[in-house]
């Protein structure tokens, strides 16, 4: 069975945007770059939130047309562009839409259990709202926790308060160069 997982840059204080819903502080260089891209290579696509579609949609899918990329950028925006996504958006017109993405008004529980019995690679999500409400339907399998050295002091909390308690296990860590720290936690 497929897995979801939540892969999230946040700071040492538990924010993944500063107060002005800045994230010039995520620090992603080539190292880490390199790895997101070995890591979602395989996946079997994105579930994306509007806010965050749109953001990425402004920049990859062309991304790899500047000769002054750097290569882990060019190689990232192929990945893109060739990932199925699913964008849950009240907003945007549902069904087919640019860039092999299919858009859907809300989250059934259901319908996302049954993409998860699917064939293929894990399935990413994308956008903190749309992670809360995957979150409140008990639907994430794997958090991706990139822990920036940083303290921010206020900004938009990682996870929302909640009365849902999630019991999880550390499966991995990894230290990057850069002082980046990996924490990955699964169900048990």
């Known amino acids: ?3 979801i997982t939540l892969a999230m840059a946040v700071s040492l204080d538990g924010f ?6 800045e994230i010039d502080w995520h620090l992603v260089d080539e190292e880490v770059h390199r790895h997101h891209n070995e890591r979602i290579k395989p996946m079997g696509g994105f579930l994306f939130g509007r806010v965050v579609y749109e953001l990425m949609s402004d920049f990859w899918p062309t991304a790899d047309q500047d000769p002054s990329a750097p290569e882990t950028q ?7 562009r060739d990932m199925p996504k699913i964008v849950y958006s009240r907003t945007l ?3 087919p839409a640019e860039g092999n993405t299919t858009v859907v ?6 319908e996302v259990r049954a993409l998860k019995e699917q064939p293929g ?10 992670a809360a409400e995957f979150r409140r339907h008990d639907l994430i399998d794997e ?4 822990v920036t050295p940083v303290i921010l002091g206020r ?5 929302p308060e909640s009365d849902a308690t999630t019991h999880l296990r550390l499966a991995d860590t990894h230290t990057f160069g850069n002082g980046v720290v990996l924490l990955r936690y699964e169900r048990p």
């Not at 060019?74 to 893109?80: C, D, N, P, S």
């Not at 008004?105 to 259901?110: G, N, S, Y």
């Not at 958090?143 to 990139?146: P, R």
């Open 1 to 3: 069975m497929r897995k």
């Open 16 to 21: 993944f945007e500063g107060p002005n819903r």
């Open 74 to 80: 060019r190689e990232f925006a192929a990945i893109y």
């Open 93 to 95: 017109p549902p069904g």
């Open 105 to 110: 008004p809300e989250v059934v529980p259901e």
């Open 121 to 130: 690679g894990d399935l990413g999500v994308g956008g903190a709202e749309l």
């Open 143 to 146: 958090y991706w926790l990139y």
């Open 155 to 159: 900004g938009r909390p990682l996870f």
